[in-house]
């Protein structure tokens, strides 16, 4: 209607080719654009495929439509082209692996490409100054001293997964260890968060519908990359709306309804509201309950909504990678029985494992003397390494300076990114960096290497949570080796070497996890 009114005021010549003129305006637009990017535009001299270059539809096609694919097509680009090369029309991929420490250290000080447009998370926040006042309020809740503090409720929650271990032991009967592992770990950190764990270990199916939606989530979030208008509307629609147009987004919508139900509770409570967790006696006020009435964030950071989708990313992220983490951990050492059996070694000398108790061993114990176990710590370092958690690139955007790389200024507002996928399989520093080898960290020289390890990032926005993600590492396999033995169950190494990328690594589509019998 609107465009017949606008047309009728045209004169009857052109009123007759009103359409004709229309698509040639289209299609001009096209293709001065399409000239002004391969030939004008500030990233035209780097190198790499024109119709990455030409249109974000390139990428699309790869991560949305081949699902996840991306990582690999940037892979073949760096062979073909070299260190640096255009991935779509305003970002630059970098391989190099002494460049990491500058472009994610503090000396640049980037703001963060968004990864979700208009998503109030720390995790998601662009702008470094926001960032580090969302961050300075959680950071005191995830710091060594307060994680041994509360390593009682990591220590429960594995008493709860070795019931579960001892409850099939003898029975020939497979456990899923890809759900156990994760299940354990989002017990942990809802628990860490919100006082009250989400129970996925006293669940028959430990939760599996929910890695499930939350695999699928982060697979949709490539839609919300490249459209970033769907979130905004997300937020405002009725949850059954959102639901209805967005399944894959089930698992964060519901989880984060959850979230902002249970921190409003805690608003209403008020500020004297202390909570004793169910593995100690100790009171300790829940992590979000600070952060409402004991932190310095100013009054717009600390709305429902908000600290909702910041508990929401720290739960998904402290969860999903770990879980991951310790799943590859257990593939790779029953793959290789003897270093499985030099583990085991290792931590019966140590004084774990013995006795009926077996698997319940680690309650006196801080997990930094875990690591001072020189083959327990070998073991850790090379699944982060080899176990690809984190594998999308996360990318910053250039200051108004720019940024010099390789003979190129990239100019203000140029998105750059690197993958530690690549570096953690560069066999120029990981001989043979496909196959698990903890012993490569025991070798003279060795501890140069562990600057190439970025499993967590680097810089000011390093991983909130690694000192709680080493202590449910470090903790969970000194647990589980010296107290049980267990076999693969119909398991190939397809199970967890990663096939897709959707901000985590994922397997094959159609794998059923790690599972394994317990003798």
Known sequence: ??????????????????????????????????????????????????????????????????????????????????????????????????????????????????????HPSGFGTGPSDLHRVRRSALNPFFSPHRINETQDIIVGKLTKL????????????????????????????????????????DREDLGAPRYRMIRDGSASQIVMNHFGWIMPIMKRLPYKWALWLFPDAEAALGLQRTNEQQILALKTAGPSHPSKTPASTRTRNPMFHDVLFNSNLPAPEKTIERLGAEATLVVIAGSDTVGNSLTKLHYHLLDNPDKLARLKRELSDFGLGEGEERGKGVEGVKWQELKELKYLSACVTEILRLGMTVTHRLARVAGKEGVKYGGFLLPAGTSISMSTYFTHLDPTLFPSPHDFIPERWLEPGSKTLNKYVNAFSKGPRICLGIELAYAELYLAAATIYSGFDTKLYQTARDEVEVAHDFLNGYPRLDAKGVRVTVE
């Open 1 to 118: 209607m609107a465009v017949s009114t606008l047309t009728s005021y045209l004169p009857p010549s052109l009123h007759e080719h009103s359409l004709s003129y229309l698509l040639i305006l289209f299609f001009s637009y096209l293709i001065i654009g399409s000239i002004y990017r391969l030939y004008f535009h500030p990233l035209a001299k780097v190198p790499g495929p024109k119709l990455a270059a030409l249109t974000l539809w390139y990428e699309f096609y790869h991560d949305f439509i081949r699902k996840g694919k991306y990582l690999w097509v940037i892979g073949d680009m760096h062979a073909k082209y070299g260190p640096i090369v255009r991935i779509s029309p305003n970002e630059v991929h970098i391989l190099d692996k002494d460049f990491y420490d500058t472009l994610y250290g503090h000396s640049l000080k980037l703001d963060k490409d968004p990864w979700a447009k208009d």
């Open 162 to 201: 070795c019931d579960l271990l001892t409850q099939k032991r003898g029975s020939g009967v497979p456990v899923n260890l890809s759900n156990a592992y994760r299940a354990f770990t989002i017990d942990v950190i809802t628990e860490y968060v919100m006082t009250e764990s989400i129970g996925y270990l």
